[in-house]
C-alpha cells in the first residue's frame, strides 16, 4: 500500500513560487506561513501551548521523521496573536482566545483530575479518551465554567487545526494540490482532468512516469 508521502513523488509546490502561479501577494502570504516554527508562540503561555501541542498530534498527526512538520498548533496561536477572526462567533462560546485559553486549561485539569498528569504528558490512548469524551459534552469539570466542552471540540478545535494543516505548503505537497493559483487560475476543472502545471498521482505500475512529470510542474 502507498504511503501518503508517495502518492505524488518529486512535486514540491514551492517550485511554483517564481512563476505565473502565484502572484506577490501570495508569495508573501505563503512565506508568512513557511516563517512559522511548530514551537513559536506569542498568545498562549507555555503550559497553554504544550496542551495544544499534544491536542495537535492527535487531530493532525503527521508521519514520523517528517523533516518539514507543519506547524498546525503555532499556527493556531499566530492567528490568535495576530487578532484575525472568523468573521462570526458560535453561539454558546467566547471569543476565540478565550475559548481556546479557557478550553485548553480545562482539558490539562481534566487529564491532571483523571490521570494525575499534564495532558501532554499522558500516552496517545488517554488523550484519545479525553478528547472522544470532550466531543461528546461529557467533560463538565468546574475549569469549563460555563462553556460545553463539545462545542469547543467541534467548533475550534477540529476547524482550526485542520484548516491550519490545510493551509501549509507542506500539507499541499502531501495531497498534490498546487495551491493559490493566482493569476494563473485553475482551467481544467472536471473529473480527472489537472492543468499542466498540476501535480500528478501516482497510479500503481505508473510511480516513475508520476516522479518525473512532478518534477516539471512546478515550471
Not at 19 to 40: C, F, G, Q
Not at 76 to 98: F, I, M, N, W
Not at 120 to 131: P, T, V, Y
Request: some cysteine; aromatic content about 10%.
Amino acid at each position: 500500500m502507498q504511503s501518503r508521502k508517495d502518492l505524488f513523488p518529486s512535486y514540491d509546490v514551492l517550485a511554483k513560487r517564481d512563476t505565473p502561479s502565484w502572484n506577490p501577494k501570495t508569495r508573501s502570504v505563503i512565506d508568512e506561513r513557511l516563517a512559522i516554527t511548530p514551537r513559536t508562540h506569542r498568545f498562549l503561555d507555555a503550559a497553554e501551548f504544550a496542551t495544544l501541542l499534544a491536542v495537535a498530534g492527535r487531530i493532525v498527526p503527521q508521519p514520523a521523521g517528517r523533516t518539514d512538520p507543519v506547524p498546525a498548533a503555532a499556527m493556531v496561536d499566530h492567528k490568535l496573536a495576530s487578532g484575525e477572526h472568523d468573521g462570526y462567533r458560535q453561539a454558546g462560546l467566547p471569543e476565540q482566545g478565550t475559548a481556546w485559553r479557557l478550553g485548553l486549561k480545562a482539558l490539562d485539569a481534566e487529564a491532571r483530575a483523571a490521570f494525575g498528569a499534564a495532558f501532554g504528558e499522558l500516552g496517545a490512548w488517554a488523550q484519545d479518551m479525553l478528547l472522544k469524551t470532550c466531543e461528546d459534552g461529557a467533560l463538565r469539570g468546574p475549569a469549563w465554567a460555563d462553556m460545553p466542552s463539545d462545542l469547543f471540540f467541534k467548533k475550534r478545535i477540529i476547524p482550526d487545526l485542520v484548516k491550519a494543516y490545510y493551509a501549509h505548503p507542506t500539507a499541499w505537497n502531501e495531497i498534490g494540490w498546487g495551491g493559490p493559483a493566482s493569476p494563473r487560475g485553475y482551467v481544467r476543472m472536471d473529473f480527472d482532468r489537472r492543468d499542466p502545471w498540476e501535480a500528478t498521482e501516482a497510479k500503481p505500475g505508473r510511480e516513475e512516469e508520476a516522479y518525473q512529470e512532478n518534477l516539471r510542474v512546478g515550471r
